[in-house]
Structure formats: C-alpha cells, structure tokens
C-alpha cells in the first residue's frame, strides 16, 4: 500500500477499477493535468502514464474506513477535484459532503438533483409529468404485491431496484435490476430486494434498441451533447453497454433527454438511458448522474466528458464542444465474451441471442473497425496489466468449476 505524499494534484479519480476512471485518468493526464487515482485493489490505471500516483485504501469501500482513508490521501496531496463513479462511493459522499467540500471541490451534481436522479421512481414521476414516455409498470414494496403486478404488468417482466445502492447497518449494498419469466422468479427477485429494504419497481421488458443520451449540462446551457446505441449488453437483455456505436443524437429521445436534464437541474455529466419497443417507440429506462462505463466511446469520437466534468467542477469556464464523429464502434473485449458465455448459458431466455447467433456475432466483429475499451497503444501498460488479471481470474474460475467435488471423509 503506497502511503499519502506531500504532492499536488489537480484531480483525484476515485473507483479507478472502473473502466471509466481510467478513461478519466487519461483524459485529464493528456490535458496536462496531475492526476492520481485510489481503489481498494492495485488496479491497472495505477499502471497508467498519466497517474502520478495510485492510492490503495486498506478499507472497503463506502465504509467509514475509507473515507478516513480518503480525507488522509487529499490533506497533503492538494487535489482540487475529486471524481467518483462507483454507486457506492458517490452515496458515502454524499452522506458527507459538508465535511468533504470545504477541502475538495465533488464532481457530482447538488443534492436536490442528485435525490432525484438516482432514484429512479422520483425520475420517472419527474418524467410523466414533462410528457416522456415510461414503462408500463408499478411500485411493488411487498411479496403480497407481487399477484398484481404480474396481472397488471404481465411476463416477461424486469424487477428493479428504485436506487441502485442501499445502506444496511454495517455497510451498503449495491442491488440490480433482474429479469423474471414465471411467477416463482417474480416473487424471489421481489423478495429478494424487499429484504434488503429497497423499493422495487415491477415493469414491462422492452425487447427493443438501447439508446442513450449524454450531456455536460451547467447553469441552464448544454455544453455537450454525445448519443449512442448498444449493440450487446452483459447481462445480454439488458446492463452496461459491451458493444456499441455514436449516432446522431435522435430528435425524439434527444428532446426528451434535455428537458429531463433541465427540469431536474441535474448539472456536470449524466446519461440518460431509453429502451426503445418492438414498434420504435422510445421509453425512459433511467439516468446516471456519473461518469458510464460506456463513456470512452464518447471521448473517441471527440466528446471529452471527463475534462469537461472536471471544468465545471472547478467552477471555472467549460469547453462547448458542438460535433462528434458518428458511425464509431467500440467494444468491451472481455465483456462481450462473458456475454457470448451468458448467452450460451441463458439460450432461450427473452433479449438474449440464440447461441450460434451470439458465437457468429462474437467473432465476426473482430472484422469490424473499432476500438476496444482500455487499450491505448499510448499507454499500453495499463491494458496489459488488465489482459494479465482477466486471465489468471479466468483461469482460477475454471479450475474451480473443472475440479472434481471433495470426498466427504467424515
């Protein structure tokens, strides 16, 4: 573990296991700027050019400890912005930003957004009330709730989470959305959830194209603005983006988008996400008030949300950026081979590929142009450092599940 120096940064990156924290750590690092990052794991963007220095907190994350961890990192280091990405790290500061922000500028929108944005009934009242179109769908808090919901909403059907995070008595939790075909997988998923205290939102599976819309929105102007669709998704109905493409922002979903923005006043970066039905129609999924994992493929194409979201959280003057290159595909290489796995796995479940189909599309995209997340022929170091811990975790996975059982000796 790297103990704190008396170094100036300008940034902070938080969560830099995350495919975004690196893109962010490159981004700012080529602006010239001093960049270091901190996880809980020596991560591959420690490995990178541009971090100066990557810290390694000796506490879980969203835990007391790290925070401690983290105020012990920015006292002497100086960092002006600190930029977070994971569920977890933005609710704990949050839960501290009186005592974090008169030491360090949070590159998170205010409070009165922020409550809004991440949970996603509040959003999507916010939306029903602009006229944006929702999934079908109801609040369902209890497993007795369940029966109504599957009369009213019907199967296939996805059970999500109203917040993505939720604090328990030691520590939170980060909880996700799940897929359910029968009544049995309903209730489970629904009780599943209740348990853990969340407020479960029952809706309608969309089997259509996902699109999303991206913005660097401040002071009432939008100084950016990227979209995107999804080709392939881990899990394959419906998650992080795997394989995709910039288009256009589309004249439906990219209206909807702003004045959902502005209606919240949800300022510095956001992705609002939408699910199109078999028929085109568009419907709001959600919105992300922080850095996607899906954000390098904006910042290739000419968008660059991380230096942007560090300007606007100095609080000096922000870049208006008016054009990007469309048509640019990228790709998530190991992602989109969990997702072929998934696929063979999950055969005949809705939104998921046939597994020929999925097996053909895997390697034919490899003939296609595009980039692939992480790999930088810049900063090499970083991706082979990645390639390294993805094959020897694959590898321990395999031996487990190849080992034979133990003999019961007693």
């Known amino acids: 573990m790297r103990t704190p120096t008396a170094k100036a940064f300008d940034a902070l990156v938080l969560d830099a296991r995350l495919r975004q924290s690196l893109v962010a750590v490159r981004s700012l690092g080529r602006r010239g700027l001093s960049i270091a990052a901190l996880d809980v794991l020596n991560v591959p963007a420690f490995s990178s050019r541009w971090c100066r220095q990557g810290f390694v907190s000796p506490a879980d994350d969203a835990t007391d400890g790290y925070l401690a961890y983290l105020e012990q990192v920015l006292a002497p280091s100086g960092a002006s912005v600190l930029i977070p990405s994971a569920d977890g790290t933005i609710a704990l500061l949050r839960r501290h930003r009186a005592r974090l922000e008169p030491h360090v500028r949070l590159a998170l929108a205010k409070e009165p957004a922020m409550t809004i944005a991440i949970n ?6 916010v939306a029903k009330r602009l006229g944006v179109s929702v999934p079908r769908g109801l609040v369902v808090r209890a497993v007795s709730e369940v029966p109504a919901a599957l009369r009213d909403v019907g ?17 939170g939790v980060r909880v996700v959305s799940q897929l359910v075909t029968t009544p049995d997988e309903a209730t489970r998923a629904v ?10 939102l029952f809706q309608e599976f969309l089997p259509g194209r996902r699109e999303a819309v991206s913005f660097l929105y401040a002071g009432g102007v939008i100084y950016a603005r990227f979209a995107q669709w999804a080709k392939r998704m881990s899990p394959p109905w419906g998650g992080e983006s795997i394989l995709r493409q910039s288009i256009p922002v589309p004249a439906d979903i990219g209206d909807q988008a702003e004045r959902l923005v502005r209606e919240i006043d949800l300022e510095g970066y956001s992705e609002v996400e939408f699910r199109r039905d078999r028929a085109g129609v568009p419907y709001l999924m959600e919105v992300n008030p922080r850095l996607s ?27 208006k950026v ?12 190991a992602g989109d081979l969990m997702t072929t796995i998934a696929a063979l796995r999950l055969r005949g479940r809705p939104g998921v590929a046939r597994p020929a189909r999925a097996v053909l599309d895997f390697g034919l995209s490899f003939f296609k142009p595009m980039g692939y997340d992480c790999a930088d022929w810049r900063d090499l170091l970083p991706t082979l450092k990645a390639a390294k811990d993805f094959t020897r975790h694959s590898v ?12 019961n000796l007693a």
């Open 120 to 125: 996603k009934e509040q959003t999507l009242a």
């Open 155 to 171: 199967l296939p059907a996805v059970v999500k989470p109203s917040e993505s995070w939720v604090w328990g008595d030691s520590r």
């Open 191 to 200: 009780a599943e959830l209740t348990h853990l205290g969340c407020v479960t």
């Open 293 to 319: 994992a899906s954000v390098e493929m904006a910042v290739r194409s000419g968008v660059d949300f991380p230096y942007l979201l560090y300007q606007w959280a100095l609080g000096g003057p922000v870049d």
């Open 322 to 333: 008016e054009t990007y290159r469309v048509g640019n595909w990228m790709r998530y290489l």
């Open 396 to 407: 321990t996975a395999l031996k487990g599940k190849l080992a034979p059982p133990r003999k």
